[in-house]
């Protein structure tokens, strides 16, 4: 019922910017938590960065002080700005989104991913 469509990635060189967005649709009554996960080959998924409804948020230690998160709540939208990227930030990222449905119903909804990589 909820769908989350992923936007933003790329190629770009080692040092470079990139910024991930995330749209979120359907019959959505509230988004408790977005966030980004992402997922290198060979490796298991890992959090990268989350953030609540009342803006609270948490980064994986990997990516403190380089990437940023945020959200608009009003068009269910969260991005990640992503700034001196590095080789080891190449992975699949996966925006993922939880909260109520209509008819009180939760959810918990992964997007299709989005690939990221970075040269060195």
């Known amino acids: 019922q909820v769908q989350l469509v992923e936007s933003g990635g790329g190629l770009v060189q080692t040092g470079g910017s990139l910024r991930l967005s995330c749209v979120a649709s359907?019959?959505?009554?509230?988004?408790?938590?977005m966030g980004w996960y992402r997922q290198a080959p060979g490796k298991q998924r890992e959090l990268v960065a989350r953030i609540i409804s009342g803006g609270s948020t948490n980064y994986a230690d990997s990516v403190k002080g380089r990437f940023t998160i945020a959200r608009d709540n009003a068009k269910n939208t969260v991005y990640l700005q992503m700034n001196n990227l590095k080789p080891e930030d190449t992975a699949v990222y996966y925006c993922?989104?939880?909260?109520?449905?209509?008819?009180?119903?939760?959810?918990?909804?992964w997007g299709q991913g989005t690939q990221v990589t970075v040269s060195s």
């Open positions: 359907g019959t959505i009554f509230s988004i408790d938590v």
């Open positions: 993922n989104a939880e909260g109520v449905a209509t008819m009180l119903r939760t959810f918990n909804t």
